[in-house]
């Protein structure tokens, strides 16, 4: 079953071909300015050490936005527990949000509303990437509650097959990167609220 690659394993595939072409470019240039193999290797050599410095430099402040995100304390929750942690984010984003009963849920495990409109979204906190079921489930949800959206949000990533069949039924699917990205700015907003509320305490 085909899958779509995450941002990190894409960046992983272009830095990889970044230092092969570089270290092929750089013995070819060097060769026919000095017509040495041996400068010329050196040349490629030092380009590809060039690149695996940058991919280790990458890779660190990758390791740290993972940390500040909270990410993995998410892969270590259940299911009923990720479900919960959603309902926290979305409601600081602004909407109001119910997480429905474990059982016979009819594919939501969250229901969000806003400015008038429904969204039903089913919780994915999976290892592996999340399938067609997922979608079908959800989008047999948004008809059951009369929703105007459907989403579907996993702390990993979805098959090929899962983004063509959501993109052809209008289901937004939230991968892992996505869902990085939206802690993130809850995380920030909240700290920049706690240096507000310390300065305020301080001045008074």
Known sequence: MARRKSKSKQEEELFQGLAGMVMLGGIAGTYSLTKSWGASMVVGVLGVVGVVLLMISIQRKRTERLKRSGITQIDKMDGVQFEHYLGHLFRFQGYKAEV??????????????????????????????????????????????????????????????????????????????ELIEMLLQMKGKLSASKKANDNVKTSA
């Open 100 to 177: 429905t009963q474990a059982t016979g849920d009819f594919g939501a495990d969250l229901i969000l509303s806003k400015e008038g409109k429904r969204i039903v979204v089913q919780a994915k906190r999976y290892s592996k990437n999340v399938g067609l079921k997922a979608v079908q489930e959800v989008q047999s949800a948004r008809a059951h509650y009369r929703a105007n959206s459907a989403w579907v949000v996993t702390n990993s990533n979805f098959t090929q097959q899962a983004y063509e069949l959501a993109k052809s039924n209008g289901v937004r699917l939230i991968n892992r990167d």
